[in-house]
Each structure stands twice: as structure tokens, then as C-alpha cells.
């Protein structure tokens, strides 16, 4: 038995290359290919093996320190033979033992997995002790960088050596397990904001931090498209004002624009649909049930009226109302706030023009209404002032696509300045 003295190998030009790992400990015993440390420069992650066999007796550097070639990092203990034949042979090139793995071939995996913060938090996992498992060092990096524990993963490799395609796998089996529904990781820094002046702390009401959650897991979980529209609301806002001094009533412009949407979308299924849970297929519904957002003093709230195709103007605008009421109050049912297949959000009776709604899984689609407005434009009889309602369809992209939006919005554009439809759905 002797001790031996290993040191890091020629690193070429690379200098001060800071260790990211210790892949062995004392009293392992381990062959010359075993990798011992993992060496991290700007540009290729290096692991280092033992280039002996025998004993780890020490291992002389730490994880964070920075290293140059020649410095010894290994004290190991080796058989009498062994060395004699280390001697006799003379050794390879140290190089070409170990392994370096150039930016790009790691940049491969990073990209077929997203963002590593937000796997993270999909993939709830963090801790890193990835010691004395068999890993190439762009392997071990990707690991590191999604928080993975290779003691978790299945190696797959020559002598159980962990391979990229392994920590695929185990991805891909910790996001189907992962829940789909309300998956919901926020991380905002703990910041002491009094530092710049006089602050006030208020709590958030239990439905203001569920709705916050529910919105936040919306907007990371749906790929949204929003399409922007102007439709004419001239004929329309005409005949509203007819029928209402008529039958002596009054009827929000929101009213009549939900009818004719919820008319429209039987024509337009894929906006009324679901996608189920696993991606495997898409629900389609025979029915509307139309959410519509409410402004309330503890936040928005989100209740349907049921079948709204089936229903009149007037029937929709005393259920929008009636919702609405209960909706300030928090005295909705559970039943109301439940099934919505499609929604409306309108803010028409305050102003601005044009946002992008958010959509309310699981359903598909949201059609943002803003305040109609005034304008002039040329026409065949001459310049005309008309009154044009911006619309935003925020939609699902992974269920619908731009042309079938498009196609949408424009038809529903059309059919605002339906008289004929306005006037048979009102009562
Ligand atoms: N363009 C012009 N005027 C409009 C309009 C439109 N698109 N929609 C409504 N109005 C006018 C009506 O004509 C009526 O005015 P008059 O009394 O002068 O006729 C007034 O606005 C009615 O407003 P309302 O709020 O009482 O009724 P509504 O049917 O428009 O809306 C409701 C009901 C419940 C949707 C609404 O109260 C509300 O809560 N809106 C906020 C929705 C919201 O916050 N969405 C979220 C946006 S993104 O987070």
C-alpha cells in the first residue's frame, strides 16, 4: 500500500475554475475513471476523476474554492502493484480522462425544459445532495439547475451512470404527478420598504388571496392571445334606446352584447370548450353558461348565468343584475360561481379601451368589453359620426388559434348590427 498525491489536470487555458462538487468522500473506493470533483469555468463544467484506484484517503479541496492545473486535490491510498504499473505506464493524458462538456451540448437540455425556476417550483424540488452517484458533469449540471436530487433519478447508463435522457424521465414523471389544478408557487423577495419612507400594512382577505392565486395560476398555466376589435355599436345602442322607451325599461348595453355572444359561441364551439385534465382531449358543451365579471369592494367575482342562450335580453339583464347584487353582498351560491363555460368582463360603463382579460380556467375564453365610444368616419353617404365597442377576446391557444378568433371577433361584429337578431332576442 502507498499514498499518492493527485493533482487537477492541465485545465488548458482556463484559470481559477471554482469546484461545484465533491462526488467522493474518505474511504471510498473508487477506480481511476471515477469522477472525484466537478470543476465549473465560464465556459464548460469538467469533471475530474480519481486517475487511480485505490482508497480516497482526503480530499483536499472544497466545494466554492477556485482551483488551478497541478494543484494536488486527492490523497489516496493505492495497492504496491498498482503503482508499480502507474509507474511503468506512462499516464495519459489527463485531458483526455476527463470529460468536459462544451456550452452547447448543454444548452440542449435546458431548452427542451424550460425555465429552471419554474420547474422548480412545479417539480417542488430542491434539495441537491448529489454526491457518489454516477453522472457526466453536464448532466450533473442540468440536475443542479432544476434543484434535482440524482439520488432520485433511475441511471440508465453503463455501469448505473445517470444519462440526460434519464433526468427527462424523471421530469416528465414529476410533472404528470404534479397537481394540475391551482398549482400555485409565488416567490417575491422579503423587503423592508419602510427603509424609503412611511409605510401602511394591510392583510389580504382570504378570497383576496385565493383570487390572487387563481389569477396568477391562470396567467402561468394559459398560454394567452388576446385579439383586439372595434365593433359598430351604432345600430345597436338605437335600437336598445327604441326597445327601452317601449317596454319602459332599462337595459345595459352589456346585456344585449352578452345574448348575441352567447348566441354566437354556438356557432364558435372551440370558445365554449374545456380541455381535460391530461391534454387528451377537449369538452365541448351544449350549453352557455356565461360568467360575467363582477366589481366588488372585496375584489372580482366571477358568477354565470346558466343556459344564457336560451334566454332573452331582458331575462339576461335581470340575471346580470340580480348576480351582481348578490355578488357585493357575498351572498352568492356556490352554484352560481360554478360551470361558467365562457365569460365576459366589461368595464364599458367606466372607459378606457382595449385590455387584455385573464382568462378563468377552465374555460378557453374571455371577451373584455370597454366603454363604446364616439367616432368619425368616411363612408359611402359621406363622414358620419358612429359609436364603435372596443372588444379584447383573450384565448386559449393551446385550444384555439388566431384565424378562429379573428374569424370571431369579426362575426360578432356583425352580428351587433344584427337589428333584426337584437329585436327578436330581446324579450
Ligand atoms: N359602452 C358604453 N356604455 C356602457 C357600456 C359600454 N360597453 N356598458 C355599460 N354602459 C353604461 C350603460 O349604458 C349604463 O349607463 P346609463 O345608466 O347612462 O345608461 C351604465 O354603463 C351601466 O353600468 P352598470 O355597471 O350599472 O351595468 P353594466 O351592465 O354595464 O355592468 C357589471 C354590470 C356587474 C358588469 C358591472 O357593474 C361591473 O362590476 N363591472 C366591472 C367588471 C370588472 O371589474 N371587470 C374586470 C376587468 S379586468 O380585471
Request: aromatic letters at 6%; glycine letters at 4%; proline letters at 5%.
Amino acid at each position: 500500500m502507498a499514498n499518492k498525491t493527485i493533482n487537477i489536470p492541465d485545465l488548458g487555458e482556463a484559470e481559477d475554475v471554482e469546484v461545484i462538487e465533491i462526488c467522493a468522500k474518505a474511504g471510498d473506493q473508487v477506480d481511476s475513471e471515477d469522477p472525484i470533483i466537478v470543476l465549473e469555468s465560464d465556459k464548460a463544467a469538467m469533471e475530474i476523476s480519481a486517475s487511480a484506484i485505490g482508497k480516497v484517503i482526503s480530499i483536499e479541496v472544497s466545494v466554492g474554492d477556485t482551483v488551478n492545473s497541478g494543484l494536488p486535490f486527492l490523497q489516496i491510498e493505492v495497492s504496491d502493484d498498482v503503482v508499480e504499473k502507474d509507474e511503468k505506464v506512462p499516464p495519459k493524458n489527463t485531458d483526455q480522462k476527463n470529460h468536459t462538456v462544451s456550452e452547447e451540448s448543454e444548452n440542449i437540455k435546458s431548452e427542451q425544459l424550460a425555465s429552471p425556476e419554474k420547474l422548480k417550483n412545479s417539480l417542488n424540488i430542491s434539495n441537491t445532495n448529489n454526491e457518489n452517484i454516477y453522472a457526466g458533469p453536464a448532466v450533473r449540471k442540468l440536475a443542479r439547475e432544476f434543484g434535482i436530487e440524482l439520488s432520485q433519478v433511475q441511471p440508465t447508463g453503463p455501469k448505473n451512470r445517470i444519462q440526460k435522457e434519464d433526468l427527462h424521465l424523471f421530469v416528465k414523471s414529476r410533472l404528470s404527478a404534479a397537481p394540475q389544478e391551482n398549482s400555485f408557487e409565488f416567490s417575491q423577495p422579503d423587503i423592508d420598504y419602510s427603509k424609503w419612507g412611511p409605510i401602511k400594512e394591510q392583510k389580504l382577505s382570504k378570497f383576496q388571496k385565493s383570487s390572487l392565486a387563481n389569477l396568477h395560476t391562470s396567467w402561468i398555466n394559459i398560454p394567452h392571445v388576446t385579439q383586439h376589435d372595434e365593433c359598430d355599436l351604432t345600430i345597436l345602442l338605437e335600437t336598445r334606446a327604441r326597445l327601452c322607451k317601449k317596454h319602459k325599461i332599462k337595459i345595459s348595453p352589456l346585456a344585449f352584447i352578452a345574448k348575441i355572444v352567447s348566441q354566437l359561441l354556438a356557432d364558435y364551439p372551440l370558445l365554449n370548450c374545456s380541455l381535460d385534465h391530461n391534454l387528451e382531449k377537449i369538452i365541448l358543451k351544449d350549453y352557455v353558461n356565461l360568467g360575467i365579471a363582477v366589481d366588488t369592494p372585496e375584489g372580482l367575482i366571477v358568477p354565470n348565468v346558466k343556459n344564457a342562450q336560451l334566454k332573452s335580453i331582458v331575462e339576461i339583464s335581470s340575471e346580470i343584475s340580480e348576480l351582481a347584487q348578490a355578488a357585493k353582498k357575498r351572498k352568492l351560491k356556490i352554484a352560481d360561481l360554478k360551470g361558467a363555460s365562457f365569460s365576459i368582463s366589461s368595464l364599458g360603463a367606466i372607459g378606457g379601451r382595449f385590455f387584455t382579460p385573464i382568462i378563468n380556467p377552465p374555460e378557453v375564453g374571455i371577451l373584455g368589453v370597454s366603454k363604446s365610444y364616439e367616432k368619425v368616419i368616411s363612408s359611402k353617404a359621406g363622414f358620419e359620426g358612429r359609436s364603435f365597442l372596443p372588444i379584447s377576446l383573450s384565448y386559449d391557444h393551446r385550444a384555439i388559434n388566431g384565424v378562429y378568433a379573428v374569424q370571431f371577433t369579426s362575426q360578432l361584429g356583425e352580428a351587433l348590427s344584427d337589428n333584426e337578431l337584437i329585436e327578436k332576442s330581446f324579450k
